[in-house]
C-alpha cells in the first residue's frame, strides 16, 4: 500500500457549503494529482501540482481549486457544493523517476462526496 | 493525442482459468504504459508497468502484461483466476516525450467478474 492518505473518506453535505478535502504523502512525491471519477467509470485529471507553489488544471473543467503549500499537503477545496460535483474524488502522487520520470503514480483510498 | 482503449466493459471467467483484459493505445513516440486495479470503495493499486525491454512484464498478485509494439496493445493476463481477482482494472499510458507536461491517460476500465 503507498503512504498516501485522504480524508474524509465519504462526505455527505448540502448545497452551498464549504468543503476542504486533504491529501496528504509521506513518500516525498513532487508530483500530485486529483481526479474525478463517478462509481465504475473512468477516471478524469481536474488538478495537478509539479510541487510547491506549483498548480495547474486538469482536462476536466471543474469548480473546485487546489493549493501546494507544502510537498507533502494538496487539499482541494469547493467554495460552494452543489449536488452535480457529487462524485469520489482520487488523490495521487507520483515521483520523478531519473532523466526517463516515468511517473508511476500512486492513489490514495479516495472520498466519496455527496451534495444533497 | 494520447489514447487508451479498453475494448471490453466487462470480462467473465471462471475460477481456475486464465483471464485476458485488453488495452490498446495511441501515442507519439515509445509509450510507458501502467495497469492499476481499483476494489469497490477504494482507489487505485498500481499492477505493474512497461518502460522498455523485455515485452513481458511482471507485476502484483501474479498478473502480468505483454507489450506489443506492433499491435499497440498491452494486454494484461493472469494464468489462474482468482475469485478475489474480481475488481475494476484500468490501463493507462503516458507518452516518452520528456517534460513535465506529461500525463497519464486512463481507460474506460474494465470490469473482471470471476466466477467460483
Known amino acids: 500500500e503507498a503512504d498516501i492518505y485522504q480524508t474524509p473518506r465519504y462526505l455527505v453535505i448540502g448545497t452551498g457549503k464549504k468543503i476542504t478535502l486533504e491529501c496528504s504523502q509521506t513518500?516525498?512525491?513532487?508530483?500530485m494529482y486529483w481526479y474525478q471519477q463517478d462509481p465504475g467509470m473512468e477516471l478524469h485529471l481536474i488538478h495537478y501540482?509539479?510541487?510547491?507553489?506549483?498548480?495547474e488544471k486538469g482536462d476536466l473543467s471543474s469548480e473546485s481549486t487546489v493549493s501546494r503549500i507544502r510537498t507533502e499537503h494538496f487539499p482541494l477545496t469547493l467554495e460552494s457544493a452543489r449536488p452535480s460535483h457529487t462524485s469520489q474524488y482520487l488523490c495521487?502522487?507520483?515521483?520523478?523517476?531519473?532523466?526517463?520520470?516515468?511517473?508511476?503514480?500512486?492513489f490514495g483510498p479516495g472520498t466519496r462526496l455527496t451534495v444533497l | 493525442a494520447q489514447s487508451v482503449a479498453q475494448p471490453e466493459d466487462q470480462v467473465n471467467v471462471a475460477e481456475g482459468n486464465p483471464l485476458t483484459v485488453k488495452c490498446t493505445y495511441s501515442?507519439?513516440?515509445?509509450?510507458?504504459l501502467f495497469w492499476y486495479v481499483q476494489y469497490p470503495n477504494r482507489g487505485l493499486q498500481f499492477l505493474l508497468k512497461?518502460?522498455?525491454?523485455?515485452?513481458l512484464v511482471k507485476g502484483s498478485y501474479g498478473f502480468e502484461a505483454e507489450f506489443n509494439k506492433s499491435q499497440t496493445s498491452f494486454h494484461l493476463k493472469k494464468p489462474s483466476a482468482l475469485v478475489s481477482d474480481s475488481a475494476l482494472y484500468f490501463c493507462a499510458v503516458r507518452g516518452n516525450y520528456g517534460g513535465a507536461t506529461n500525463k497519464l491517460i486512463f481507460g474506460t476500465g474494465t470490469l473482471l467478474a470471476v466466477q467460483p
Open positions: 495521487a502522487s507520483s515521483l520523478v523517476e531519473g532523466l526517463t520520470s516515468t511517473d508511476t503514480q500512486y
Open positions: 501515442v507519439s513516440g515509445n509509450p510507458y
Open positions: 512497461y518502460i522498455t525491454g523485455d515485452n
Open positions: 501540482s509539479y510541487g510547491v507553489n506549483s498548480t
Open positions: 513518500m516525498g512525491h513532487d508530483k
